[in-house]
């Protein structure tokens, strides 16, 4: 979020705009993003696997989430 205050893009961030400034139309930017989601699922996918080697993770806790109420108390 620091960036996003600071209004000062990374490096990273500016060849990702540069590569977008590319972008000819909806089609391919579909594409983009259908290519960055599978990216990240996969990073997540091996995350958790390795967290459920690890043992962090296993079927017990899978079957605690369903029971759990996480949602973001909200100001009244």
Do not use: C
């Not at 000062?8 to 960055?36: A, C, F, G, H, T």
């Not at 029971?67 to 009244?76: I, L």
């Amino acid at each position: 979020m620091k960036n996003i205050e600071n209004n000062v893009l990374s490096p990273y961030q500016m060849q990702i705009l540069e590569l977008l400034s590319k972008v000819d139309s909806q089609e391919e930017m579909n594409d983009i993003r259908l290519l960055l989601a599978h990216y990240f699922a996969e990073k997540a996918q091996k995350e958790i696997d390795k967290m459920w080697d690890e043992g962090i993770i296993n079927d017990e806790v899978i079957e605690g989430w369903k029971h759990e109420h996480m949602r973001t108390p909200y100001r009244r």
